[in-house]
């Protein structure tokens, strides 16, 4: 097959997932081009089947704002035309799915036919999808759509629930390549962030307010005057402000490492004993099942897709948002029980099998053959 993916490039879920996606179906032999206006973080590798087309939008003076809409339609227009697309494949609903129905109306003028799958990841539904002035937008590109699909049960009922969706919406989970967390790791450079044996707590994000970071070093706060333990945050953004400031309050600076933003984190979670994902609300919980590909256990909230990913009492633990109380206890229960702790590990490696790439792929190789038989049929 010859694909189509529009993704945002930074460090978003939606992003990683697309372009993990279309790299392991250049691995299969498929041709999957790109489109972005940079490259995707995370499409760093080379392969004869992967194309990376990229677009800029011009500074115009009578524009407040650029049109990057217009501009992503005519390059899905031009690589559609040039490289014989039989599919186009739009992640994060706001504003690709538009884009692609745009995209789409230009080339059946031409008497092309280029069906396109959308894919809905979380915020572009529960968050900005909640405005009204995307409502009617949103909801005539998805019901245009040749086929949706969702990260997950909730984000799917939550999409049902706020838009008037006519249109089938497949659930086709997030998924990690489980051969790239099993390679062997340096542990010895556990030493280096924890000189005396302390246990490591690790969140990732891009520290938004959603993402309550300032929970998780509350529930560090209570776990480190239980057990010896340090914090390493990996991310960055809008909350690192407020972070610096409680860590400061809480007299905790010297015991947590701000790693930045890393491409990848693997290395970094292979040292880890805890993860820490206290989020308003998660679609899914990607950083949480790369975690558990890890061996390391989960301590979350219940929210969004976050309960299919983590299993309650088995893989972690699970609590409401905000109830720093409950997630430092069951941090603490875990962290002192070296038996229980072992057990928890091991469930959540095993529960991260259940996503690998070969498990998920298929099915959208499975939808991408479904409509290019529904086209064929048609022509």
């Given at each position: ?73 005519s ?39 280029l ?13 900005v999808?909640?405005?009204?002035a ?30 008037k ?10 998924f ?86 890393i ?105 991408y ?11």
């Amino acid at each position: 097959m010859n694909i189509g993916m529009v993704c945002f490039p930074t460090y978003g879920g939606s992003g990683v997932v697309a372009t993990e996606l279309g790299i392991a179906l250049a691995k299969k032999g498929h041709k999957v081009h790109f489109m972005s206006y940079s490259q995707p973080f995370r499409l760093n590798i080379f392969n004869e089947n992967l194309f990376y087309h990229e677009f800029s939008v011009n500074d115009y003076p009578l524009f407040e704002y650029q049109p990057y809409e217009s501009v992503l339609a005519s390059k899905i227009v031009d690589v559609a035309m040039y490289e014989q697309l039989d599919i186009l494949h739009v992640h994060y609903a706001i504003p690709h799915a538009s884009v692609a129905y745009m995209a789409q109306q230009i080339l059946k003028s031409k008497k092309i036919n280029l069906p396109y799958v959308t894919t809905l990841h979380g915020t572009d539904i529960t968050l900005v999808g909640r405005d009204p002035a995307f409502e009617p937008v949103i909801r005539f590109s998805l019901n245009h759509s040749n086929a949706i699909t969702s990260v997950s049960e909730s984000l799917k009922m939550d999409t049902l629930k706020t838009f008037k969706i006519d249109n089938k919406i497949t659930v086709v989970p997030n998924f990690i390549n489980l051969k790239d967390y099993e390679a062997p790791r340096d542990h010895c450079i556990k030493s280096k962030y924890a000189p005396n044996g302390e246990k490591l707590l690790i969140h990732i994000s891009n520290f938004r307010k959603v993402k309550r970071v300032e929970d998780v070093l509350l529930i560090f706060d209570k776990v480190r005057k239980q057990i010896p333990a340090k914090l390493i945050l990996v991310g960055d953004g809008p909350e690192r402000p407020a972070i610096e400031a409680l860590c400061r309050q809480l007299n905790t600076c010297n015991e947590i490492i701000n790693l930045g933003k890393i491409t990848d984190p693997k290395e970094i979670l292979s040292i880890g004993d805890l993860f820490l994902l206290p989020s308003e609300t998660e679609s899914f919980g990607l950083a949480a099942l790369e975690a558990m590909a890890m061996k390391i256990p989960v301590i979350s909230t219940n929210s969004g897709g976050l309960p299919e990913v983590n299993i309650h009492g088995k893989t972690g633990f699970l609590s409401d948002v905000g109830n720093v109380e409950e997630m430092s206890a069951n941090a603490i229960r875990l962290l002192s029980d070296e038996k229980l702790l072992a057990e928890f590990k091991h469930n959540a490696f095993e529960q991260a099998r259940k996503f690998d790439v070969n498990i998920v792929l298929p099915q959208y190789e499975k939808i991408y053959n479904q409509l290019m038989q529904k086209q064929a049929q048609l022509v």
